[in-house]
């Protein structure tokens, strides 16, 4: 059974830092990519960042510079750094696996999601 787990979400102030991670139980680990999507409240889930089985990360351009999107196939886990942290960043976090050798930012192509952690940054 395929699970992800994600970890790290809390209340932070604007200009702080939150590291997320993301178990993989269930799945080869090193043969999907893997993706961070958020989920604003009254807003769609978009793409934050994805990451390549070779470690090739992507990101929303938007947010490119503070995120950093890591994989350590060893563990079974991705990370998101987030630095920098503004009220606007306020969402739920997903981690999501796609059984591909390609990143894309379509939630529809992913395989697998975890259950979300939440992500407050306060003013």
């Known amino acids: 059974q395929v699970k992800l787990v994600e970890s790290g979400g809390g209340l932070v102030q604007a200009g702080g830092s939150l590291r997320l991670s993301c178990a993989a139980s269930g799945v080869t680990f090193s043969s999907y990519v893997m993706g961070w999507f958020r989920q604003a409240p009254g807003k769609e889930r978009e793409f934050v960042a994805g990451?390549?089985?070779?470690?090739?990360?992507y990101y929303s351009d938007s947010l490119k510079g503070r995120f950093t999107i890591s994989r350590d196939n060893a563990k079974s886990t991705a990370y998101l750094q987030m630095n920098s942290l503004k009220p606007e960043d306020t969402a739920v976090y997903y981690c999501a696996a796609r059984l591909s050798i390609l990143v894309v930012t379509s939630e529809r192509e992913y395989n697998y999601w975890g259950q979300g952690t939440q992500v407050t940054v306060s003013s």
């Open positions: 990451i390549s089985r070779i470690n090739k990360p």
